[in-house]
């Protein structure tokens, strides 16, 4: 049961993998490059995989630098997964489907990973949240995505969110399927000013290594459903219990359910969000106030009260019909910053409530569209 490959230019062949290793089996595997490398299967076990539970070998392969790789062969199914590792720094490629004698496993098509963290100026998530401490407590919480940054030492794009319970400042990483989250002066050596959320790469029970510490787990995959549809999700755990802080992911929502706080946890649950310009679910975002259910004489947008304003103010329009009604938020730039409104609304005069406490001083416009309808305002938020 070994597997060679063949050298065209010697005529020979060369030992890759014994797939009748026992544990702790070492072999001479020519899989690298290198002088004198060996082959150690070192762990196997049985997980759900692809469909069904297989039996799942593990091996390492290194030369005499140390520089080792590990990889993973599933039973029927062959290579699942292949990591370099150097100090927790290597990529990844981990199987999400494939074609085996004519029988497709798992998801074929091509996976973005980033579409379960979508990261992107004007994206917002709607969460109901319930604290389950003394007092407890309850509410709705809005997530924005307002802005992004270069930082040129690095030359890693970051995005100022307020996600509860990490730093302001997040970035998707493609090359590894790494979430970060700046950390000026923190980080590992690998990763300076970094410190790594979740690695959505990972099959279920993969745990994320940072700085040689393991903490993270993936500990469900498969789908979940969300208002009315199926998504793939990635169900992250603290590997100890005192480290609390769950953080789901469903493949083009983003997180769609969060549990922070020791030892009383605060749950965030998604009711609504605006993602890459599609909505779902409940899309009121904001506080929006119906005034009256008068008819108006034509479609207006008033000026914003108080204006300038710190950091909350007032939005009033008014509609003469039914009419399909967005109303966002631009910087000076005319780069969108945030949705307020995206919804049908009936005929009437509505405000919106709109805090400013996530955006930096400066001049600000909001548009508001209402079938043929379109009007924007300037405003000028002050702290």
Known sequence: MNVYAYDSLTNSEFLIDSLLARVNDRFNCNRLTSVSPYGNYFSGSNINFLGRQRTIKIFSCSGPALVSYFYELAEDIGFSKITSCELGAGQGYFLTGCVINGIAYGDTTFIRVSDYFPLKVGNVWSYDWIHNGNPSGGGKFNVYVTRDTLNLMYGRTYYLCNFPNLSQWLRFDS?????????????????????????????????????????????????????????????FNPLFVLTASSRFYAKGIGLYYINEGDPFTTDYTLRGAYINGVLYGDTTLTKVHQLNNTIPERFSLEQNYPN??????????????????????????????????NEKQNAGSYTVDFNGDDLPSGVYFYRLKAGEFEETKRMILLK
């Open 175 to 235: 090359l590894s399927g790494n979430i970060y989250a700046y950390a000026p002066g923190g980080g590992c050596s690998y990763h300076p000013n970094e410190i790594l959320v979740d690695s959505l790469y990972s099959l279920e029970t993969d745990s994320a290594k940072a700085c040689g510490f393991t903490g993270r787990k993936c500990i469900e995959t498969g789908t979940v459903q969300l208002f009315g549809n199926s998504f793939s999700k990635k169900n």
């Open 308 to 341: 300038p304003f710190n950091p909350k103010t007032v939005i009033v329009y008014s509609l003469t019909g039914n009419r399909n009604v967005s109303l966002k938020i631009f910087d000076v730039f005319g780069k969108e910053l945030i949705t307020l409104i």
